[in-house]
């Protein structure tokens, strides 16, 4: 009877250890799947063909939710810019290239543990900052606050390692550790930079983080004109890669802005992507052009790359929402105007999110 009991309560000790273990993980192993059942879509379909750039711009639920508060690319909620809200991205092909919606516990379980590193322009932070919000319960209709060290670190050309704030996107468990995002302004990827980077991924010895990058803007920029060869990109993504060869990378392409974009309707385009690619190059600015020639490298150069590098293209969205630039950001000049950054969350980088979410099945 006594050895009976014994075993019992062992058995009973055990079992709730591994409860506690499992309640402990943020990053559990559920299957994900489609919300509207269609199947999620393949490696293959997703990070090979960028299945989720065929599709179109369609009227849907304009979002309640975003970024509230002081930050330079928050736009006014104004009549024609809630109109500009109503439209959804939706796939060609649904039942080939499903896509998960925003799911913040999804992000977390796909993690597995792991940090999320942005560098990158200021394009790159809006997407960052986007990303964040919606973690935070933008998705879900609330408007969302970014910490004050992070805005004051996002109007600076680079951030040094002492300053940059860490921001807890997934809390630990009784066995588990917290995940954090950082978010680094870099304009370029010279190598006098990475070394911040290298010291950041690795300042908790945690397993290797998520680095999603984006550069470009300012290699076409007059700020660059010794290195005005757009091809540059790819050799200091080169080195990139290797410096961070066993981490998951994850290249975002950028728009070329939309020149003279206060003249287009409050509404996203119709016409083809290439009708929209002639117009930014005949009537460039600064240089944007040139960021069409460096998606259109970068795709060729990705055959180069290891299987847990790759490209997340968010250009052929963008491409037809010429309606939600900043406009009038309230600076200097009331009628200032521009062209090239998007509006943050509520915006189409709400999109971009919820493709970066997907993407972080196949990392």
Same mark, same amino acid.
């Given at each position: 009877?006594?050895?009976?009991?014994?075993?019992?309560?062992?058995?009973?000790l055990l079992t709730v250890i591994l409860a506690l273990h499992t309640l402990g993980k943020p990053c559990g192993r559920r299957r994900l799947t489609a919300p509207a059942g269609p199947p999620l879509a393949t490696r293959d379909a997703f990070v090979q063909q960028h299945c989720y750039t065929q599709g179109r711009w369609v009227p849907g639920r304009p979002r309640s939710g975003g970024v509230d508060g002081r930050y330079h690319y928050r736009c006014n909620r104004t009549a024609a810019f809630n109109d500009s809200l109503r439209w959804q991205w939706q796939v060609n092909?649904?039942?080939?290239?499903?896509?998960?919606?925003?799911?913040?516990?999804?992000?977390?379980?796909?993690?597995?543990?792991?940090?999320?590193?942005?560098?990158?322009?200021?394009?790159?932070?809006?997407?960052?900052?986007?990303?964040?919000?919606?973690?935070?319960?933008?998705?879900?209709?609330?408007?969302?606050?970014?910490?004050?060290?992070?805005?004051?670190?996002?109007?600076?050309?680079?951030?040094?390692?002492?300053?940059?704030?860490?921001?807890?996107?997934?809390?630990?468990?009784?066995? &588990?550790?917290?995940? %954090?995002?950082? $978010?680094?302004?870099?304009?370029?990827?010279?190598? +006098?930079? *990475?070394?911040? /980077? !290298? #010291?950041?991924?690795?300042?908790?010895?945690?397993?290797?983080?998520?680095?999603?990058?984006?550069?470009?803007?300012?290699?076409?920029?007059?700020?660059?004109?010794?290195?005005?060869?757009?091809?540059?990109?790819?050799?200091?993504?080169?080195?990139?890669?290797?410096?961070?060869?066993?981490?998951?990378?994850?290249?975002?392409?950028?728009?070329?802005?939309?020149?003279?974009?206060?003249?287009?309707?409050?509404?996203?385009?119709?016409?083809? &992507?290439?009708?929209? %690619?002639?117009? $930014?190059?005949?009537?460039?600015?600064?240089?944007? +052009?040139? *960021?069409?020639? /460096? !998606? #259109?490298?970068?795709?060729?150069?990705?055959?180069?790359?290891?299987?847990?590098?790759?490209?997340?293209?968010?250009?052929?969205?963008?491409?037809?929402?010429?309606?939600?630039?900043?406009?009038?950001?309230?600076?200097?000049?009331?009628?200032?105007?521009?062209?090239?950054?998007?509006?943050?969350?509520?915006?189409?980088?709400?999109?971009?999110?919820?493709?970066?979410?997907?993407?972080?099945?196949?990392?």
């Amino acid at each position: 009877m006594g050895f009976r009991l014994a075993v019992i309560s062992v058995v009973t000790l055990l079992t709730v250890i591994l409860a506690l273990h499992t309640l402990g993980k943020p990053c559990g192993r559920r299957r994900l799947t489609a919300p509207a059942g269609p199947p999620l879509a393949t490696r293959d379909a997703f990070v090979q063909q960028h299945c989720y750039t065929q599709g179109r711009w369609v009227p849907g639920r304009p979002r309640s939710g975003g970024v509230d508060g002081r930050y330079h690319y928050r736009c006014n909620r104004t009549a024609a810019f809630n109109d500009s809200l109503r439209w959804q991205w939706q796939v060609n092909s649904p039942e080939s290239c499903g896509l998960m919606q925003w799911d913040s516990r999804a992000v977390c379980e796909m993690l597995r543990g792991r940090n999320m590193l942005f560098y990158g322009d200021s394009l790159l932070q809006d997407i960052a900052s986007t990303f964040y919000a919606n973690l935070r319960g933008a998705g879900e209709g609330k408007m969302v606050h970014l910490p004050e060290k992070v805005l004051w670190n996002m109007s600076r050309n680079f951030v040094q390692l002492w300053d940059v704030a860490p921001m807890e996107i997934c809390g630990g468990g009784a066995f &588990s550790r917290k995940q %954090e995002m950082f $978010v680094v302004r870099g304009n370029t990827l010279l190598e +006098d930079t *990475l070394s911040y /980077l !290298r #010291d950041i991924v690795r300042y908790d010895k945690g397993p290797p983080a998520v680095v999603v990058v984006a550069v470009g803007t300012h290699y076409v920029g007059v700020t660059m004109s010794n290195r005005s060869k757009i091809s540059v990109v790819l050799e200091d993504f080169m080195f990139f890669r290797a410096m961070f060869r066993n981490h998951p990378i994850i290249w975002i392409t950028q728009s070329a802005g939309h020149p003279r974009c206060e003249k287009f309707p409050p509404r996203p385009l119709e016409s083809s &992507s290439g009708v929209m %690619e002639d117009y $930014v190059r005949n009537n460039t600015m600064y240089g944007w +052009d040139r *960021l069409i020639v /460096l !998606r #259109d490298l970068v795709m060729k150069d990705r055959e180069s790359w290891a299987p847990h590098h790759f490209i997340l293209d968010q250009y052929p969205l963008l491409l037809l929402r010429p309606d939600m630039h900043v406009m009038n950001r309230g600076r200097r000049h009331k009628t200032l105007v521009d062209c090239l950054h998007f509006c943050v969350s509520p915006s189409p980088l709400d999109t971009i999110a919820q493709l970066l979410l997907n993407a972080l099945r196949f990392v």
